[in-house]
Each structure stands twice: as structure tokens, then as C-alpha cells.
């Protein structure tokens, strides 16, 4: 059987079976999180042989572990052999291997709670690709760097780069198309139980919601046929569901309901105009933010630009049947500014701004008080979370030498280089700090 139906018979055959028995969403989540969409990028022995490229004399006694603290990956809360969420057994061209999946930015932990939805603010995807391709005997020079700082990626970049190898109808390309290829978007991975209430998504909020086939960008592997996109897509519109079924958690710890009580009229009068409102009859008013007003960085809205939103439109991705005659298709639809985000379980998702160039809630609604050039620990635990600030707990520091190395650079969130700016959105500055500590204490309860 060829690679490219295994994987299609294997989850047919095993939710044929429950379909009467199981809800779309359901299945969904046992497709995302048992399936291998795309390929094998490594042999297995990459896994067992990474550790060999840290500069480290033997292998560590808790190999696991010490590869999900390596790239900021997580244990996976689903059966995944040893493996942590983001990487999986794959098909490669001949026999198996190790790839990657939707989990790899879109799963992380939390107070030692393992959360598929939940952006993976650890994860440094470039030592993760490097040193993997190194392990396997591959002398690969990157086509562009898979991230600047750790816990942001170049999402936008992976997907420009892919469709530039294909043609619209998603064969391969015979010479690679100039659609405009950055690095130094530096993205923050949203949660997707926020996803519900959105009409359009992504950063810039260009794409449609109801898109099945934009979720599908990244199965764009070289070696991913057109056959196989038509056989993913009913998987996806599952999958889209469990996407939509998934709640935001829960603060955990104590909140103090008076000065939270005051915090929500405080909110009603300064954000909810913006970023809506919450309780029995929460409504989101899916706002795009002029860039000119919001002020925050505009690195990642320069990046996307007009030829990759002309070659999306041509492709099979913008094609996708809406099931109105009168509506074509889901096109990529240029704004003027950023999408001002549902924050729903917004205590959960430090840090912040479209690029996390802010670490807590408090600077969010302080401009003055954002860490210029800054590290953390990228775990997860109760210790390495500011409960009072709302967010994660930051170490000023100097920028890195120029002998540090790459891995240990992107530790360090610089805010003075390119796609990293942490200014604008300034709407907090007038509140006093009482008045800015009740916003926050109301902030945790959403």
C-alpha cells in the first residue's frame, strides 16, 4: 500500500465503525491526534542520535525529557509512544520515520496540565529542524530562519515558501515563485478555542473562519500530492469542529471578586468596544485594527503581501465549496491592520501582542513598563508564571555576544530588532495602577 492512502485507510477504517456513535467533533480529535498528514522529515535513529549536536559529552540519563526541554515541546495527553506532542511516527519515502504535526506550535503545558489549543510559547522550531536534519546526515542549509526568538515562529514564511513550489493546483512547480519571502514576522501561536467566536482569522484577519482548506496549509510537504489533499479534506472539516468544540481553562488560583467586579466595569468602558464582551450574552465584534491606530509592530502585516494573496486565490486552497452558489470559494481578503482578539482564557496565553513581545497582562496596559531585551525560562510550571502581573516572569538582560550561539540567542526576546517592536496599543496608559490591577483581576476570570 502506498504511503500516501495508508494513513486515509487506517482512520477511515478506524472511524467508520463509531461514525453513529461519535460527534464530528470527536472524531476530529482522534484524527488530529492519531494521523500522520504529511511525511517523515527524519529517520528514527535522528531521535535516539540529536543529543549529539548539543555539545554535550553523553547522552542524558532522561533522554525524553531532555528533548522536550531542548526545543520547549510537551508530553503529549494522548497515546504517542515516547514521543511529545509535536512530533510523530511517519511515513517516509521508504519505511518510517519522525515528523511533525499541528502540535508542534499548537500544543503546550501548563502548571504541568498538557493542552492541545494552547500555543506553544516554548518552542524553538529552528534548533528543532537544524538539529534534526543534522542528526539525520543531512547538510541542509535552511531556506530561512524558522524563528527569531524562542516561542514565536515564522508560520507566514513556512506557508509563502511552500506555495511557491506549487502550482495552483497544488503540483509541483516546475521553478519556485517569487511571492515575497520574510523572516522576522515573529509570530505568537493563538489559542484556538478563541477561534468560535471569529468571522476571520490569522493575525491580519485575511482568511475566512469557515475555511477548511486554509487549516490545511501546512501539509504542503514537497512530496504531498494533490489526490492526497482531496482525500485530507473531509478529515478536516472534522477536525475543525473539535477545533471549535475546545474551551478555554480555567484560572486556577484565587481571584479576589470585588476588585474583579470593579475590573469589568473599568473593561466595559475601555476594551469591550474592541475586544468584546463576556458572560451569558458575550458578543465580539471581530475588529480590524488600523495599523496607524493600534501601533504595534508591523513587521507581520508587511510580510504577507499582495503576491502571495494573489497566488493563495488562484490555488485549490481559495477553490473550497462553500455550499453557496452565490459565494465562490474563501480568497485571501487584504486589510488595513490587525485583528483585535476574543480574550477568552487570555490569562493562559502569555505573552503577548501578535508578536509576544510583551510578557504580562500588566504591560499590555502599561507601554511604559515593557522589558526592553528579556529571557525566561520557557517552562511551564507554577514558579515560572507571575500571578500578580499576569503572565510570565522576564529577566532583563543585555543583548547576546556575537559568540552566542544561535540556540541560546533565541532565548533572548529583543524588542529592537526587526518584527519584535513591543510598542503601540496604548490604551491602558490612562488608567491609574489600581484601576489597571482591577482590569487584570477581572481579566482572569475570563
Given at each position: 500500500?502506498?504511503?500516501?492512502?495508508?494513513?486515509?485507510?487506517?482512520?477511515?477504517?478506524?472511524?467508520?465503525?463509531?461514525?453513529?456513535?461519535?460527534?464530528?467533533?470527536?472524531?476530529?480529535?482522534?484524527?488530529?491526534?492519531?494521523?500522520?498528514?504529511?511525511?517523515?522529515?527524519?529517520?528514527?535513529?535522528?531521535?535516539?542520535?540529536?543529543?549529539?549536536?548539543?555539545?554535550?559529552?553523553?547522552?542524558?540519563?532522561?533522554?525524553?525529557?531532555?528533548?522536550?526541554?531542548?526545543y520547549?515541546?510537551?508530553?503529549?495527553?494522548?497515546?504517542?509512544?515516547?514521543?511529545?506532542?509535536?512530533?510523530?511516527?511517519?511515513?517516509?519515502?521508504?519505511?518510517?520515520?519522525?515528523?511533525?504535526?499541528?502540535?508542534?506550535?499548537?500544543g503546550?503545558?501548563?502548571?504541568?496540565?498538557?493542552?492541545?489549543?494552547?500555543?506553544?510559547?516554548s518552542?524553538d522550531?529552528?534548533?528543532?529542524?537544524?538539529?534534526?536534519?543534522?542528526?539525520s546526515?543531512?547538510?541542509?542549509?535552511?531556506?530561512?530562519q524558522?524563528?527569531q526568538?524562542?516561542?514565536?515562529?515564522?508560520?507566514?514564511?513556512?506557508?509563502?515558501?511552500?506555495?511557491?513550489?506549487r502550482?495552483?493546483?497544488?503540483?509541483?512547480?516546475?521553478?519556485?515563485?517569487?511571492?515575497?519571502?520574510?523572516?522576522?514576522?515573529?509570530?505568537?501561536?493563538p489559542?484556538?478555542?478563541?477561534?468560535?467566536?471569529?468571522?476571520?482569522?490569522?493575525?491580519?484577519?485575511?482568511?475566512?473562519?469557515?475555511?477548511?482548506?486554509?487549516?490545511?496549509?501546512?501539509?504542503?510537504?514537497?512530496?504531498?500530492?494533490?489526490?492526497?489533499?482531496?482525500?485530507?479534506?473531509?478529515?478536516?472539516?472534522?477536525?475543525?469542529?473539535?477545533?471549535?468544540s475546545?474551551?478555554?481553562?480555567?484560572?486556577?488560583?484565587?481571584?479576589?471578586q470585588?476588585?474583579?467586579?470593579?475590573?469589568?466595569?473599568l473593561?466595559?468602558?475601555?476594551?469591550?468596544?474592541?475586544h468584546?464582551?463576556?458572560?451569558?450574552?458575550?458578543?465580539?465584534?471581530?475588529?480590524?485594527?488600523?495599523?496607524?491606530?493600534?501601533?504595534?509592530?508591523?513587521?507581520?502585516?508587511?510580510?504577507?503581501?499582495p503576491?502571495?494573496?494573489?497566488?493563495?486565490n488562484?490555488?485549490?486552497f481559495?477553490?473550497e465549496?462553500?455550499?453557496?452558489?452565490?459565494?465562490?470559494?474563501y480568497?485571501?481578503?487584504?486589510?488595513?491592520g490587525?485583528?483585535?482578539?476574543?480574550?477568552?482564557?487570555?490569562?493562559?496565553?502569555?505573552?503577548?501582542?501578535?508578536?509576544?513581545s510583551?510578557?504580562?497582562?500588566a504591560?499590555?496596559?502599561?507601554?511604559?513598563?515593557?522589558?526592553?531585551?528579556?529571557?525566561?525560562?520557557?517552562q511551564?510550571?507554577?514558579?515560572d508564571?507571575?500571578?500578580?502581573n499576569?503572565?510570565?516572569?522576564?529577566?532583563e538582560?543585555?543583548?547576546?555576544?556575537?559568540?552566542?550561539?544561535?540556540?541560546?540567542?533565541?532565548?533572548?526576546?529583543?524588542?529592537?530588532?526587526?518584527?519584535?517592536?513591543?510598542?503601540?496599543?496604548?490604551?491602558?496608559?490612562?488608567?491609574t495602577?489600581?484601576?489597571?490591577?482591577?482590569?487584570?483581576?477581572?481579566?482572569?476570570?475570563?
Amino acid at each position: 500500500m502506498k504511503h500516501g492512502l495508508g494513513w486515509v485507510v487506517l482512520v477511515l477504517s478506524a472511524t467508520s465503525g463509531l461514525a453513529e456513535e461519535k460527534t464530528p467533533a470527536q472524531r476530529g480529535e482522534h484524527i488530529l491526534t492519531q494521523t500522520a498528514f504529511i511525511r517523515g522529515f527524519w529517520p528514527q535513529f535522528a531521535y535516539d542520535n540529536v543529543w549529539k549536536q548539543w555539545g554535550i559529552a553523553e547522552k542524558p540519563k532522561n533522554y525524553d525529557a531532555a528533548i522536550r526541554e531542548r526545543y520547549g515541546l510537551h508530553p503529549a495527553p494522548y497515546p504517542n509512544g515516547n514521543l511529545p506532542m509535536g512530533l510523530r511516527k511517519t511515513p517516509l519515502l521508504i519505511g518510517s520515520g519522525i515528523g511533525i504535526d499541528c502540535m508542534t506550535c499548537h500544543g503546550s503545558s501548563l502548571f504541568g496540565k498538557n493542552i492541545v489549543g494552547l500555543g506553544n510559547a516554548s518552542l524553538d522550531i529552528h534548533s528543532l529542524f537544524m538539529e534534526f536534519a543534522a542528526a539525520s546526515g543531512i547538510k541542509a542549509r535552511a531556506p530561512y530562519q524558522f524563528c527569531q526568538a524562542r516561542g514565536t515562529s515564522e508560520a507566514g514564511a513556512f506557508s509563502v515558501h511552500l506555495l511557491s513550489m506549487r502550482n495552483p493546483d497544488l503540483s509541483l512547480a516546475a521553478k519556485r515563485t517569487d511571492l515575497g519571502l520574510h523572516d522576522d514576522s515573529c509570530e505568537d501561536v493563538p489559542a484556538w478555542w478563541v477561534l468560535k467566536k471569529k468571522k476571520t482569522m490569522y493575525h491580519v484577519g485575511g482568511a475566512d473562519t469557515r475555511s477548511v482548506r486554509s487549516i490545511m496549509q501546512f501539509m504542503m510537504h514537497p512530496l504531498t500530492t494533490r489526490a492526497e489533499f482531496d482525500r485530507a479534506e473531509p478529515l478536516f472539516r472534522d477536525i475543525r469542529q473539535y477545533i471549535l468544540s475546545i474551551e478555554a481553562p480555567k484560572y486556577p488560583f484565587p481571584i479576589d471578586q470585588g476588585q474583579a467586579a470593579a475590573g469589568e466595569k473599568l473593561f466595559a468602558a475601555n476594551c469591550a468596544r474592541c475586544h468584546g464582551t463576556y458572560g451569558d450574552s458575550p458578543k465580539y465584534p471581530n475588529k480590524i485594527i488600523p495599523l496607524a491606530e493600534i501601533g504595534t509592530d508591523r513587521k507581520r502585516y508587511d510580510n504577507i503581501g499582495p503576491k502571495f494573496g494573489e497566488a493563495y486565490n488562484a490555488s485549490w486552497f481559495a477553490q473550497e465549496d462553500t455550499g453557496d452558489p452565490a459565494r465562490k470559494g474563501y480568497p485571501f481578503v487584504p486589510t488595513d491592520g490587525y485583528q483585535c482578539p476574543p480574550l477568552d482564557g487570555i490569562w493562559a496565553t502569555a505573552p503577548y501582542f501578535h508578536n509576544g513581545s510583551v510578557p504580562t497582562l500588566a504591560g499590555v496596559l502599561d507601554s511604559q513598563n515593557r522589558p526592553k531585551i528579556f529571557t525566561r525560562s520557557y517552562q511551564t510550571d507554577e514558579k515560572d508564571y507571575d500571578k500578580t502581573n499576569v503572565g510570565w516572569i522576564v529577566q532583563e538582560v543585555p543583548p547576546p555576544g556575537p559568540k552566542v550561539s544561535g540556540h541560546e540567542r533565541r532565548k533572548v526576546y529583543d524588542t529592537t530588532q526587526p518584527g519584535r517592536g513591543n510598542a503601540g496599543h496604548t490604551y491602558g496608559d490612562d488608567l491609574t495602577p489600581a484601576e489597571r490591577a482591577a482590569v487584570i483581576e477581572y481579566l482572569k476570570t475570563l
